[in-house]
Nanobody
């Protein structure tokens, strides 16, 4: 059974940093696109960033460019999201996601689409205080 488990969320002051992890189990995702999404109360789930297989391509939403970094450790089957210079508007539940199809390369817009991904974690809460 495939499972994605996020961790590392919490409460942080504006300007601070957090590092989220997403541990995958049940299969390896080293050859698959993986990404991060977030959802704030009353808002639709939105893309944060994604990384292609072998870390060759990365995508970031405009709202987080220059502040967030997506990376992967394939040997650990783990995806990371380093978040720096956090702002109150970054407060949300953060979800990791994975594409079931190996070695796929998409256009940039596809990395930010929920439909690109087949597996989802349960989410971890990030709260940024002002």
């Amino acid at each position: 059974q495939v499972r994605l488990q996020e961790s590392g969320g919490g409460l942080v002051q504006a300007g601070g940093s957090l590092r989220l992890s997403c541990d995958a189990s049940g299969r390896t995702f080293s050859a698959n696109v993986m990404g991060w999404f977030r959802q704030s109360p009353g808002k639709l789930r939105e893309s944060v960033g994604a990384v292609g297989w072998s870390g060759t391509i990365a995508y970031y939403a405009d709202a987080v460019k220059g502040r967030f970094t997506v990376s992967r450790a394939d040997a650990k089957n783990t995806l990371y999201l380093q978040m720096d210079d956090l702002k109150p508007e970054d407060t949300a539940v953060y979800y990791c996601a994975a594409d079931r199809n190996p070695r796929r390369t998409y256009t940039e817009s596809h990395y930010g689409r929920q439909g690109t991904y087949d597996y989802w974690g349960q989410g971890t809460q990030v709260t940024v205080s002002s």
